[in-house]
């Protein structure tokens, strides 16, 4: 029997060899460290399948993929954090530790990019422009950061409020006919903080921001200080609401200092000082209370910090249009990268794991009497024998009359891997089926999924008894895949392509692993995925309220 860590060990097979694939593409200055670091994660799977002890290498393997993997996403987290505090300390913190994680060009390019934020926050800009000039038109860096310099050095002169500059700087390039491509969220806000809100909303439009598959928290990040400053406090709010869902990433005295600024906007000056105040209070960098400091003088003189000549239906059709936008691209998050909890998708993991528990405690009582002959341990063998014996698929009983069978191995698991990886993927694409299709709709594909992988299996191995989740997982999954098909006019193009292009990969690699590893149920995976995507070309999709983006996460109607 297949032990259950050979089973990781396939995946991790996969995953690296994909990862060196790409790495090996890139220019060998910059990628040489990654390519090592691709390799003993292969060296492990390779061992693990081959030599053994599968569950040693297998530890190693994925010890190792958490290392070279996850602390860099813990950087680009902390970098927006402490840019968004104005943490020059942070920022620091951040740029020594990269190293560690990017050896050699990488980490000598994101340490200095690093450190060239923390001194616009010191407003040492001097330094700041020696470490970015450092890296401009250097040879080694693959097209995907090269513009990065350019980049930080706008986001630079944002942080030391150099609006007029960044404006004139975009000006220039429209006028000299050349594309402004990374300048437009830069002048967007500029145009904001001077007023200016038709030319922020051209930029916006320009940028195409929602075409471009942002993180719902980068994009309201990126419209916040817009609505902020036009006094939009509907809009204003669902963000600071969106942004605040992790305190962390956006700190209370900045989400105060927004709303401060709002109330400004507005006239509403004794609600604007006593937000204000309590920014300053709580903040704990130099820079941001001076920010605050220069509002706060507002406040006392009682002047607006960016007037605007725009009528009130002028501003109405500028905050609505671009709210539609925003209203779109919050959508497209909910459908391909999902943060809303779904009480329907969770308790279905609940029973799952229930009935998991029931049936496996015969292992708890094998460790303290391995010769079962308590009654606890007789008991529960007798009771995973009989929940197993009537409830699992065994074909030749299902199609000779015991049709519930069909519904009830959905149910059970035979080992805790079985039923981890089959939770993971329910909870994914469980709340992306149920986010395009409904709950009825997806509970619907769920169950009648599973239930025709099941007879798949049924028909084309008769011979092998079956149990677990993954038909039905697969029929979502499937259904995915038709839902986004299907939604052209509320997905971008470009983000669909990329959407159908991953799913129609793991697809294949899930082929592929149901071939090499033994003992699986192949064909109700396939069956599952082959229905399910038949069911999602044929229920109707929802219809998505796209006036409700509350900050909640509760992006759901129809």
């Known amino acids: 029997m297949t032990s259950q860590f050979t089973m990781w060990l396939y995946p991790l097979l996969i995953l690296s060899v994909v990862s060196l694939f790409i790495r090996i593409r890139l220019p060998l200055p910059?990628?040489?460290?990654?390519?090592?670091?691709?390799?003993?994660?292969?060296?492990?799977?390779?061992?693990?399948?081959?030599?053994?002890?599968?569950?040693?290498?297998?530890?190693?393997?994925w010890a190792l993929v958490f290392v070279f993997y996850v602390p860099p996403k813990v950087f680009y987290t902390n970098l927006q954090r402490y840019l968004t505090a104005l943490d020059a300390?942070?920022?620091?913190?951040?740029?020594r530790n990269i190293k560690l994680l990017f050896w050699g060009l990488p980490g000598d390019f994101w340490s200095d990019m690093t450190f060239s934020l923390a001194c616009f926050v010191e407003k040492n800009a001097e330094g700041a422009e020696a470490l970015l000039s450092k890296w401009q038109n250097r040879r080694g860096l693959p097209k995907s950061v090269a513009?990065?310099?350019?980049?930080?050095?706008?986001?630079?002169?944002?942080?030391?409020?150099?609006?007029?500059?960044?404006?004139?700087?975009?000006?220039?390039?429209?006028?000299?006919?050349?594309?402004?491509?990374?300048?437009?969220?830069?002048?967007?806000?500029?145009?904001?903080?001077?007023g200016r809100f038709q030319h922020a909303v051209a930029c916006f439009s320009e940028a195409k921001l929602v075409d471009q598959n942002l993180a719902l928290n980068n994009l309201a990040l990126q419209l916040l200080p817009f609505f902020s400053l036009v006094g939009a406090t509907h809009q204003t709010n669902a963000l600071v609401s969106i942004l605040s869902h992790n305190k962390n990433d956006f700190p209370e005295h900045t989400q105060l200092y927004w709303l401060g600024r709002c109330n400004l906007a507005n006239g509403d000056f004794a609600q604007a000082r006593e937000l204000l105040l309590k920014a300053r209070a709580s903040s704990q960098s130099k820079l941001f209370q001076d920010r605050i400091d220069t509002q706060l003088a507002l406040v006392n003189a009682n002047e607006i910090s960016t007037p605007c000549d725009l009528s009130a239906e002028e501003k109405n059709s500028l905050v609505s249009g671009l709210w539609k936008g925003f209203s779109r691209a919050a959508f497209v998050q909910e459908i391909v990268s999902p943060r809303r909890k779904s009480i329907t998708v969770i308790a279905l993991c609940v029973i799952l794991i229930a009935l998991f528990a029931v049936t496996d405690m015969w292992h708890v009582a094998a460790l303290f009497d391995p010769r079962k002959l308590t009654e606890f341990a007789i008991l529960t063998d007798s009771v995973t024998n009989t929940i197993m014996n009537t409830c699992a698929l065994d074909p030749a009983k299902a199609l000779s009359g015991q049709y519930w069978r069909f519904f009830t191995y959905l149910f059970l698991h035979a080992n805790e891997t079985h039923i981890v990886l089959n939770i993971i993927g329910l909870y994914w694409f469980g709340r992306v089926a149920e986010n395009i299709f409904g709950t009825t709709r997806f509970l619907a594909i769920y169950l009648v999924g599973g239930l025709l992988s099941g007879v798949v299996h049924a028909l084309l191995s008769p011979d092998q008894i079956a149990v677990g989740a993954s038909g039905a997982i697969m029929a979502m999954f499937g259904a995915v895949g038709a839902g986004i098909y299907r939604l052209k006019d509320k997905i971008p193009e470009p983000i669909r392509k990329f959407q159908l292009s991953w799913l129609g990969g793991l697809a294949l690699a899930q082929v592929v692993l149901d071939q090499l590893i033994p003992h699986v149920a192949a064909f109700a995976h396939l069956g599952g995925m082959v229905s399910g995507f038949a069911i999602g070309m044929l229920l109707s999709i929802r219809t998505p309220s796209l006036t409700e983006v509350d900050g909640t996460q509760k992006f759901i109607g129809g």
């Open 89 to 95: 300390d942070g920022l620091r913190r951040s740029g």
């Open 147 to 194: 513009g990065i310099p350019n980049s930080y050095r706008l986001i630079g002169r944002g942080i030391m409020w150099q609006w007029d500059d960044i404006i004139e700087a975009y000006e220039r390039i429209r006028a000299e006919g050349g594309a402004p491509g990374a300048l437009l969220p830069a002048a967007a806000r500029a145009y904001s903080e001077t």
């Open 30 to 61: 910059w990628s040489w460290g990654f390519i090592i670091q691709s390799l003993p994660l292969i060296l492990c799977a390779v061992l693990g399948l081959t030599v053994g002890p599968d569950w040693m290498y297998a530890i190693i393997g």
